[in-house]
């Protein structure tokens, strides 16, 4: 069936550091790839997205990147913050519907000051 | 952005009792809402599509008779965990989907049920 992996599942950075994380789906068909920030027991906030006509979109300090080859994507965070740290989890639509997400395991960044 | 509400945020129940969770989009429309799942440290598991005015799919593994859900109206879908056993405890957490935005999908605040 559909899987997205995602790795690293920890990651501890420097505060000004990059971090990046990346992911891999395995439906050919999917064309909307979000990635979501989680703080503890609150709910996935969406941070950027992507879909599958652009190859790489920016929004501030966040970045991501889509190889539709490859069937990877990566989230790329520059000049990391202490309030970063949290859980960021990637997602892939299937079913050729953009609203059915399947997610990957999460990462959980560390921004240590 | 688009607001989606649910409630309640935090539940406690009694073994063997039924709970309804509800997940409203405030500000929008939503054809299509989703429910998920989440353990402690864990990714977010998809439980069932839930679509306006017809039965939910429902993922393998995921009890319908345990987990009825039902979308009655665009801007409201319930899940009602019913016969609750404890470990049934857990994160339950609703999604809508946005249409007029682009199908962009918001997260509800998520519920915390603890079946004691």
């Known amino acids: 069936g559909e899987n997205v992996e995602q790795h690293p599942s920890t990651l501890s950075v420097q505060e000004g550091d990059s971090a990046v994380i990346k992911c891999t789906y395995s439906d050919s068909a999917s064309n909307y790839f979000p990635w979501y920030k989680q703080e503890l027991g609150k709910r996935p906030q969406l941070i950027i997205d992507i879909r599958s006509n652009v190859g790489e979109k920016k929004d501030q300090r966040i970045a991501v990147t889509l190889n539709k080859t490859a069937k990877h994507f990566s989230l790329h965070i520059t000049e990391t913050q202490p309030e970063d740290s949290a859980v960021y989890f990637c997602?892939?639509?299937?079913?050729?519907?953009?609203?059915?997400?399947?997610f990957g395991k999460g990462t959980k960044l560390s921004v240590k000051p | 952005g688009a607001v989606v509400s649910q409630h309640p945020s935090r539940v406690i129940c009694k073994s063997g009792t039924s709970v309804k969770i509800e997940c409203r989009s405030l500000?929008?429309?939503?054809?299509?809402m989703f429910w998920y799942r989440q353990f402690p440290k864990q990714s977010l598991m998809l439980m069932a599509t839930?679509?306006?005015?017809?039965?939910?799919?429902?993922e393998q593994g995921v009890e319908k008779d345990k987990f009825l859900i039902n979308h009655a109206s665009l801007t409201l879908s319930t899940l009602t965990v019913t016969s609750a056993h404890p470990e049934d405890s857990s994160f339950y957490i609703c999604?809508?989907?946005?249409?007029?935005?682009?199908?962009?999908?918001?997260f509800g605040e998520g519920s915390w049920l603890t079946v004691v």
């Open positions: 999604s809508a989907r946005d249409r007029l935005l682009g199908n962009t999908i918001y």
């Open positions: 500000d929008f429309q939503a054809t299509t």
């Open positions: 997602a892939a639509s299937f079913g050729g519907s953009q609203g059915n997400l399947i």
């Open positions: 839930s679509n306006e005015g017809s039965k939910a799919t429902y």
